[in-house]
């Protein structure tokens, strides 16, 4: 292709390690997120002029574990707006690893394009030996300007990997390769710059997803209580309390709940929360048990705990019924 026929990318940054210093080569853990400037981490990786003509616009620079919902609301109206235009093929995203698969899925649900939005990160920071997110960035260009990449919905790219927005998420604290599904959602690798795609997400996202956020200000809230033995309602009954619309419960197995604490989300329920029954374990699904029918509460499917709290959020923008949201929870 030539120079002038090239893709025209943007990369929007958010911060988070791809954009870290530490203090000297070998610090992996220690150093801070969200320093280095979205030209800088182009201007590190010169080889992506090869692949698109790149322009960069820096959103936040932050570490993810500190992402907002209005953040959230600003990125996937910036996506839109970038990605209505005719001159923008793509985009990529830098964003912190912590929480890199919720905006994904958030961005998933509420993008309105078939062209390709790539989320990559890196798992040691810009400064050390081995720093992963070079590579990261490249490889993230090279398939935001591939063909094979759209209609995907959201894909992230770590590691030499193409994920699903919707499965992919981070299942290492430290670990170069701590992105992946330990069974499913891996869509493909990417070989020196060029993607292979060989599954593809059967749920619905992006232009067929009834979530718009144009009008939307702010999201409701919805709070995670995570389930464990010798359990209370405690701080079911404080979720309520500080105007939680939804709680997300994360179960111990199948979307096990301690009696008393399904006393307290059952309490809830009658007050108009909406709860959602997901597990803990982080694999496999919670399928819908006569018990939680009866209380009205809503199974995850195999959506996580936080990504089951995203889709909860989006749904409650449109409706507080029980049975639209276990609608919403078999098709998106
Ligand atoms: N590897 C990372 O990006 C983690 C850094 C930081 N905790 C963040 O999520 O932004």
């Given at each position: 292709?030539?120079?002038?026929?090239?893709?025209?990318?943007?990369?929007?940054?958010?911060?988070?390690?791809?954009?870290?210093?530490g203090a000297n080569a070998t610090q992996t853990?220690?150093?801070?997120?969200?320093?280095?400037?979205?030209?800088?981490?182009?201007?590190?990786?010169?080889?992506?002029?090869?692949?698109?003509?790149?322009?960069?616009?820096?959103?936040?620079?932050?570490?993810?574990?500190?992402?907002?919902?209005?953040?959230?609301?600003?990125?996937?109206?910036?996506?839109?707006?970038?990605?209505?235009?005719?001159?923008?093929?793509?985009?990529?995203?830098?964003?912190?690893?912590?929480?890199?698969?919720?905006?994904?899925?958030?961005?998933?649900?509420?993008?309105?394009?078939?062209?390709?939005?790539?989320?990559?990160?890196?798992?040691?920071p810009?400064t050390a030996l081995g720093a992963?997110?070079?590579?990261?960035?490249?490889?993230?260009?090279?398939?935001?300007?591939?063909?094979?990449?759209?209609?995907?919905?959201?894909?992230?790219?770590?590691?030499?990997?193409?994920?699903?927005?919707?499965?992919?998420?981070?299942?290492?604290?430290?670990?170069?390769?701590?992105?992946?599904?330990?069974?499913?959602?891996?869509?493909?690798?990417?070989?020196?710059?060029?993607?292979?795609?060989?599954?593809?997400?059967?749920?619905?996202?992006?232009?067929?997803?009834?979530?718009?956020?144009?009008?939307?200000?702010?999201?409701?809230?919805?709070?995670?209580?995570?389930?464990?033995?010798?359990?209370?309602?405690?701080?079911?009954?404080?979720?309520?309390?500080?105007?939680?619309?939804?709680?997300?419960?994360?179960?111990?197995?199948?979307?096990?709940?301690?009696?008393?604490?399904?006393?307290?989300?059952?309490?809830?329920?009658?007050?108009?929360?909406?709860?959602?029954?997901?597990?803990?374990?982080?694999?496999?699904?919670?399928?819908?048990?006569?018990?939680?029918?009866?209380?009205?509460?809503?199974?995850?499917?195999?959506?996580?705990?936080?990504?089951?709290?995203?889709?909860?959020?989006?749904?409650?923008?449109?409706?507080?019924?029980?049975?639209?949201?276990?609608?919403?929870?078999?098709?998106?």
């Amino acid at each position: 292709m030539s120079k002038e026929n090239l893709p025209r990318i943007t990369i929007l940054a958010v911060g988070g390690t791809i954009a870290g210093k530490g203090a000297n080569a070998t610090q992996t853990t220690q150093y801070q997120a969200g320093v280095l400037s979205v030209e800088a981490l182009i201007t590190a990786v010169p080889q992506v002029h090869d692949l698109a003509e790149v322009s960069g616009y820096q959103i936040a620079n932050i570490p993810s574990f500190a992402i907002t919902d209005q953040l959230w609301l600003l990125l996937a109206r910036k996506v839109n707006e970038l990605l209505a235009q005719s001159n923008c093929d793509g985009v990529v995203i830098t964003h912190g690893t912590d929480t890199l698969e919720e905006t994904a899925y958030f961005l998933h649900l509420t993008v309105k394009s078939d062209k390709p939005v790539v989320m990559v990160g890196a798992m040691r920071p810009a400064t050390a030996l081995g720093a992963d997110g070079p590579l990261n960035l490249f490889n993230g260009v090279a398939l935001a300007a591939s063909e094979a990449a759209r209609g995907h919905g959201v894909l992230i790219s770590l590691n030499g990997r193409i994920g699903s927005a919707r499965e992919t998420g981070k299942r290492h604290t430290v670990a170069i390769d701590a992105f992946g599904p330990p069974e499913a959602g891996l869509l493909g690798d990417m070989v020196d710059g060029t993607p292979h795609f060989y599954y593809k997400s059967m749920r619905k996202h992006t232009v067929k997803s009834e979530f718009g956020i144009s009008d939307l200000r702010q999201l409701p809230r919805v709070d995670i209580v995570f389930g464990h033995s010798q359990d209370t309602r405690d701080l079911v009954d404080a979720a309520v309390a500080a105007g939680a619309e939804g709680i997300v419960h994360a179960g111990t197995g199948n979307g096990g709940i301690f009696p008393l604490t399904r006393q307290g989300l059952q309490d809830a329920n009658k007050r108009g929360v909406m709860v959602v029954s997901t597990s803990r374990i982080g694999n496999g699904f919670v399928t819908p048990k006569p018990v939680d029918l009866e209380s009205h509460f809503v199974a995850s499917d195999n959506l996580t705990p936080q990504k089951a709290r995203i889709l909860l959020q989006l749904g409650l923008t449109q409706t507080h019924q029980a049975t639209e949201i276990r609608r919403m929870f078999q098709i998106y």
